[in-house]
């Protein structure tokens, strides 16, 4: 009598690889980290075979680096909270505060992505880590950006001011797994502000 044997999954290829791939890339990569996820895991979750990551993504770093564009594009992604700056509907000084919101409660706090792609990166991915270098940049100016729009003395000073206290709160929710450090921390980017903007703008 003949039996029968189940068949092993196969994988898809073809259109839709590389929004799969990329998909893949966000949940293990935000999950596991970098280094701590292999090739084989992305083409395992993505449902593709490995020359089909490789036909879109020559290198583990192109990889890394499509991520990173994917993060920062995506509306709704972990740089979501970054594009309060460029609402139109909130005056430049709520922009400023609204950058401290807390994080909504998760089981981990996972900190800033970019950020923790610039220590995966350090030394091993240069594209990588100039991305990360750039992002931050554009904050920063966005930062001091919004500073002078709100009337600040010295815009560059207090945007550079509010850029380590955002940095600063995100690198010590996750090191304590805990959300708190966005309250301390928006606490006193309300005091900069309002040093900064006068008692005009402080209501």
Do not use: W
Request: with cysteine; net charge negative.
């Amino acid at each position: 009598m003949a039996t029968t044997t189940e068949a092993a999954p196969t994988k898809r290829g073809g259109r839709g690889a590389r929004e799969r791939i990329l998909k893949a890339t966000v949940e293990l990569f935000a999950r596991d980290g970098i280094h701590a996820t292999g090739v084989a895991k992305v083409t395992e979750v993505a449902q593709v075979s490995t020359r089909t990551l490789y036909q879109h993504f020559p290198s583990k770093e192109a990889l890394v680096s499509a991520y990173l564009a994917r993060l920062e594009s995506d509306p709704n992604g972990p740089a979501e909270i970054e594009t309060v700056l460029t609402r139109a509907d909130l005056e430049p000084r709520d922009r400023l505060i609204a950058l401290f919101a807390a994080p909504a409660e998760e089981a981990l706090v996972r900190g800033c992505p970019f950020h923790n792609t610039a220590v995966e990166a350090a030394g091993a991915m240069p594209e990588a880590a100039a991305f990360v270098e750039r992002h931050k940049r554009e904050l920063i100016a966005n930062l001091i950006a919004t500073a002078e729009a709100a009337g600040a003395d010295h815009p560059e000073r207090l945007g550079r001011q509010l850029a380590v206290l955002f940095e600063g709160a995100r690198a010590l929710a996750t090191s304590i797994n805990d959300t708190r450090p966005f309250e301390d921390a928006r606490d006193l980017a309300v005091t900069l502000i309002n040093d900064a903007i006068g008692a005009r703008a402080s209501g």
